[in-house]
């Protein structure tokens, strides 16, 4: 089972920018469909962005497309999610997510994911 590692959180001006990394442990790696979800205060998890185990498909929510761009190093066993014109809605604690068995498009459906990390909060305020 791949362990996750969430960083790069923090708070953040309306229209900024800012890139979180999910460093994983093992050598499979890239036999996982990663993705990012997000929980606001009050509010129940959400999904954000999705990538096959390759890299070359991606999957947004419609609230990021445009403004959050996901990514994956298999090499150095990370993914990334650059994030910008960051808006006030975007506060939340972000997570990331590993699949071994599904595709990025059923992670990105899936309510409860086999492995998590242990979250980033991003506060985005004047």
């Known amino acids: 089972q791949v362990q996750l590692v969430e960083s790069g959180g923090g708070l953040v001006q309306p229209g900024g920018s800012l890139r979180l990394s999910c460093a994983a442990s093992?050598?499979?790696?890239?036999?996982?469909?990663m993705g990012w979800f997000r929980q606001a205060p009050g509010k129940e998890r959400e999904f954000v962005a999705a990538?096959?185990?390759?890299?070359?498909?991606?999957f947004y929510a419609d609230s990021v497309k445009g403004r959050f761009t996901i990514s994956r190093d298999n090499v150095k066993n990370t993914m990334y999610l650059q994030m910008n014109s960051l808006e006030p809605e975007d506060t939340a604690v972000y997570y990331c997510?590993?699949?071994?068995?599904?595709?990025?498009?059923?992670?990105?459906?899936?309510?409860?994911?086999?492995?998590w990390g242990q979250g980033t909060l991003v506060t985005v305020s004047p």
């Open positions: 990538v096959s185990r390759r890299g070359g498909s991606t």
């Open positions: 093992g050598r499979t790696f890239s036999s996982y469909a």
């Open positions: 997510a590993a699949d071994a068995n599904g595709n990025y498009y059923t992670l990105a459906k899936s309510r409860n994911p086999a492995v």
